[in-house]
């Protein structure tokens, strides 16, 4: 049984960064494709960002430049490093193990439970 563990959320003010980490048992392989999304109250769930099996990476338009996603080799953590942060980062992100291919991130049946991010002064 595939399993993700989030953690790193918290409070943080605006301006504010916070690491999340993601670590992944149960079958999955290192090189994996690997997603983070978030979701805020009354929205849908969207994808933030994602990683492939070589390391090609891609973001949601709104966080390029602020969020950093990142993997180690040989290891099933992916993390998400998210600076200048605006209280609209405000949600709930999760991980999540999928496909990418053809430049596009497909995501995968299993999720993590969720860490609370808020950004507030």
């Known amino acids: 049984q595939v399993q993700l563990v989030e953690s790193g959320g918290g409070l943080v003010q605006p301006g504010g960064s916070l690491r999340l980490s993601c670590a992944a048992s149960g079958g999955i392989v290192s090189s994996r494709p690997m997603a983070w999304y978030r979701q805020a109250p009354g929205k849908q769930r969207e994808l933030v960002a994602a990683i492939s099996s070589s390391w090609t990476t891609k973001y949601l338009d709104s966080v390029k430049g602020r969020f950093t996603i990142s993997r180690e080799h040989g290891k099933t953590t992916v993390y998400l490093q998210m600076n200048n942060l605006r209280p609209e980062d405000t949600a709930v992100y999760y991980c999540?193990?999928?496909?990418?291919?053809?430049?596009?991130?497909?995501?995968?049946?299993?999720w993590g439970q969720g860490t609370q991010v808020t950004v507030s002064s």
């Open positions: 999540n193990t999928g496909s990418y291919y053809s430049g596009a991130y497909y995501s995968g049946h299993f």
